[in-house]
């Protein structure tokens, strides 16, 4: 079986949860199913450079841009489709995905955050990507979606059965050799911690993720305790969160590093004594996973898609309310323990070879599909 893969969205390293998803999903799948032929359709930017969308697949460059909007749209809806029709199955694996094409269709809807949360987008791109998803996954053979949440969420807004959708959670890798950097450079910052406890928080700074409402609760712990709040993700170097913490007089005891790397990424693990997410919606959750595969407590919000992930192995907290929000990370703190081993426990039900072997089932489930229509 030819296995297409569309990454016309990857921008490497700016695109977040899923590139991790993408990335992993491809490394799982040549070990899992060797006997798949993988073809990896990426756009200019991606094609420009070299990573792991080559590894063990055919690499097909598209010409699309996965920075322009009108050129990305273009590359799923027209280009796309000629350039894969050799494919028996072509798998979007980022919520978008092209209309039409003689092959099967899988596409991977992470969440419908627009709709969820409509105030975080603006009404264009909001209405723009209605369209794009929900055209893509009503023409889909099969949907894919990474938590009974997000399953729950296709079937009430999109109308899709769960005769057509099915949910593969997302994995955790841990790597070999965990770092022992503790107080070092991170990223070309120093994090300077002093002694104090670490903090850390790992999302892009979007209106979902809420990353204000961690620096007002950082803000309540006492002084004299306070630990360093440690934010990595794209954007967070860029937009206002600084202002936000020196007009709460907590400045000295924030780093805004950005978008980091893998190896930062895990660095930044090991120095944490906690991992925090305040955020007000999520499809999965895969920094809360990653810190428990490594033994770092967790404080997230308690929302249900969260409870599926961490389960029993989590501080839990309003991310609504910056008091909850403190106390979350003081509770954490305070008892690390039982929630380092929780959380490893929890984590060794979650892996990629796992989601790619799932995967793998779901195509040859909607190549079956496709086949039948042909014969009708």
Known sequence: MIVGLDLLFLVPGQTGGRETYARELVRGLVVE???????????????????????????????????????????????????????????????????????ARVLT???????????????????????????????????ITVSRASAADLEVELGLGQGRVQVVPNGVTVPAALSNVNDGWVGGVQLEAGGRAVVLSVASDLPHKNLGALVGGLALLDGDSRPLLVLAGHGTDTGDLLGRAVALGVADSVRLLGAVGADELEALY????????????????????????????????????????????????????????????????????????????????????????ATADVYERAVEVKRGERQR
């Open 33 to 103: 199913r060797p006997d798949l032929a993988l073809v990896c359709f990426v756009n200019r930017e991606t094609a420009a450079g070299e990573g792991w969308w080559g590894e063990g697949a055919l690499v097909v460059p598209v010409a699309s841009s996965g920075v322009d909007r009108a050129s990305w749209a273009i590359g799923e809806l027209v280009k796309l489709p000629r350039r894969a029709g050799r494919v028996d199955v072509l798998h979007s694996v980022a919520n978008f995905g092209p209309f039409g094409g003689d092959f």
């Open 109 to 143: 809807v992470h969440d419908l955050l627009w709709r969820r949360l409509p105030d975080t987008l603006g009404r264009p791109l909001r209405l723009g990507t209605d369209a794009m998803v929900a055209g893509a996954a009503r023409r889909a053979d099969r949907v």
């Open 270 to 357: 090991a120095a944490a004594d906690v991992v925090v997410t305040a955020t007000r919606f999520e499809g999965f959750g895969l920094p809360v996973l990653e810190a428990m595969a490594r033994g770092v407590p967790v404080a997230c919000s308690d929302l249900p898609v969260l409870r599926e992930v961490a389960g029993d192995a989590a501080v839990w907290l309003d991310p609504a309310d910056p008091s909850s929000i403190a106390a979350a990370i003081r509770r954490a703190l305070r008892d690390p323990e039982p929630l380092r081993e929780a959380g490893r426990a929890q984590a060794a039900r979650f892996s990629w070879r796992a989601a790619a072997r």
